[in-house]
């Protein structure tokens, strides 16, 4: 339906009450000079004074005088109530292009800088702080563009106090967790080493005894420090994924197979599925949430997967029975750096859902303390 | 220049404001084509003026004051003005006796008692223009209007362009002469 803005309703209500007050008002004088106009029509007075019998020749002259007054009077005024009608009629159009004229300027002054606040406002919404209007116009709208140019202004430094802070925050974290995760290994290390040299000042002819075992200790946590690295930097460079058409239950098959010797897992996959995903982000995503589900999770108790197709989308979902998550900490569980674990970096959730994200699939969660957790991916499906 | 083209606008925002917001319907004059005749080294010219004396006209002529319409004729050959007349139809009320005395140009006046008579004699353009040998073809232009009219008895000045909503008639044409019979 036709949706009138503000300067069209404006304009309307303009047009109605000025422009159509003035054309009842002309209406009217208009009506009235055509009354006046046909009464003088009527009035007629040479023709009867023709035909008086005047006795004297003073008689016959002021009778003439009478005449030509009367008959010059009718038609001055005759004229004059013409000229009075055109007039109006001229004075009320000038007044009408005019006033509409100069009603249009001042409406198209007055919503221009209107239309800069809107377009203004959005780019703000849009994130782009920096813009500035020009503070021209009107006194009002001038002080209006100030404010706004003002507020832009405080609303960028705050934005940049809040990355800084941010940058900063983030860094404090992270320092934190590395610390925290380059500490936890070094500690076997550096204790191993005291052994060693314990061992060799002590008795060097038995440091053989505890060597493999020292090594063994060094190099478990060596590679704990690997996997560490490899963690962080698997988060920092999600690369754009490169979708291609895959049966994701084929997929899952294989991720699966490795954990099957040692874990209880039990598989409901729909065949024939498949779907547009990077075939590196999918095994990430299946594999962290399963590692999650695995360590959460009893040995002997099953972790379900299970896959469908629901309308569109093929929907994943990797249950287990296992301690669950507390509702405070379900909305953060996504956040880097966030675990409740006593292991990892807690950034296996965050890079999921970066890579969730990447490759445009929904990640939903589902979480009782004490019952499990269920993580739901819902992914488009292809056409069959 | 700028007076021709001030007259048309004027006259063009007074119809259109009339034609709009006015009930006063006055006058829409117009010239018929204009129509000659060759006798001897004289080139007769006859128009008529029509629309141009029903509303107001009958109780202005009964007026009693001189009441002119002027017809403007202009003859150019090329781009040059060969010839400028300006003839004058006059009507004078008697309300006394009730007779109008009607001038045609500068022929001799004639009086009637008809109003219609008045209208007719007023419209009728009539000229006997001397013509030169060399003209061959000139555009001749005709246009009519009326003066400012003084009221004696009101001691009032009136312009009586206004039953013509300022619109000045007027009918141009190309005469060859040499196809004038």
């Known amino acids: 339906m036709f949706k009138t803005g503000l300067r069209t309703r404006i304009f309307i209500l303009f047009i109605i009450v000025s422009i159509g007050g003035l054309i009842v008002l002309n209406n009217v004088f208009q009506s009235k000079h055509q009354n006046i106009h046909d009464a003088l029509e009527e009035m007629e007075l040479s023709s009867q004074l023709r035909e008086l019998r005047h006795f004297s020749h003073e008689d016959s002259l002021k009778a003439q005088a009478l005449m030509r007054n009367f008959n010059e009077a009718k038609a001055v005024v005759s004229i004059a109530l013409s000229d009075s009608r055109t007039m109006s009629s001229v004075v009320l159009f000038i007044i009408i292009v005019v006033s509409t004229s100069i009603f249009i300027i001042v409406l198209s002054r007055l919503s221009r800088p209107l239309r800069e606040l809107k377009n203004a406002t959005e780019q703000i919404r849009q994130g782009n702080l920096s813009v500035h209007l020009p503070e021209t116009g009107i006194p009002e709208m001038r002080e209006l563009k100030s404010s706004f140019n003002m507020m832009s202004r405080e609303l960028e430094t705050v934005q940049s106090r809040l990355l800084v802070a941010e940058k900063e925050m983030i860094w404090k974290d992270l320092s934190r967790i590395l610390a925290h995760e380059i500490k936890n290994p070094l500690t076997p290390i550096q204790l191993a080493i005291q052994r060693l040299e314990e061992r060799m000042q002590s008795d060097p002819e038995r440091v053989k005894d505890i060597l493999a075992e020292s090594i063994s200790i060094i190099s478990q946590e060596i590679e704990n420090l690997r996997l560490l690295a490899q963690d962080f930097s698997n988060y920092a460079k999600v690369n754009q994924p490169n979708p291609e058409s895959i049966d994701p239950a084929l997929s899952i098959q294989e991720i699966v197979k490795s954990y099957v010797r040692d874990f209880e897992i039990k598989l409901t996959l729909e065949e024939g599925l498949r779907i547009n995903f990077d075939k590196t982000h999918f095994y990430q995503v299946v594999t962290n949430i399963l590692q999650n589900a695995i360590d959460a999770s009893e040995p002997s108790v099953a972790i379900e997967i299970s896959l469908y197709r629901e309308r569109s989308y093929a929907i994943l979902s990797i249950k287990d029975h296992g301690k669950g998550i507390d509702t405070k900490d379900l909305q953060r569980i996504f956040e880097p750096y966030f675990s409740r674990k006593t292991k990892g970096t807690g950034l296996g959730l965050a890079l999921v859902k970066k890579l969730c994200e990447a490759n445009s699939t929904i990640i939903r969660v589902k979480s009782k303390p004490g019952e499990g957790s269920e993580f739901i991916l819902i992914i488009e499906a292809q056409n069959q | ?181």
């Open chain 2, 1 to 181: 220049m700028f007076e021709v083209l001030g007259t048309k606008i004027l006259a063009g925002v007074v119809s259109l404001s009339m034609l709009l917001f006015s009930s006063f319907k006055g006058n829409d004059p117009l010239i018929s084509s204009i129509s000659t005749a060759k006798t001897g080294s004289y080139l007769y010219l006859k128009a008529n003026l029509e629309n141009a004396f029903e509303n107001d006209f009958p109780s202005i002529f009964a007026s009693g004051s001189k009441i002119p319409v002027h017809y403007d004729l202009v003859v150019h050959q090329g781009s040059r003005t060969v010839a400028s007349h300006r003839i004058t139809n006059t009507v004078k009320f008697d309300p006394t006796t009730g007779i109008y005395e009607l001038k045609q140009g500068n022929k001799s006046p004639v009086f009637t008692e008809s109003p219609e008579e008045v209208k007719r004699t007023l419209a009728a353009f009539e000229y006997s223009l001397a013509y030169q040998s060399a003209w061959n073809k000139i555009n001749v232009k005709l246009e009519a209007h009326l003066p400012k009219v003084h009221f004696q008895q009101l001691n009032k000045e009136l312009d009586l362009m206004v039953l013509w909503k300022y619109k000045k008639p007027s009918v141009k044409t190309l005469i060859d002469i040499r196809k004038v019979f």
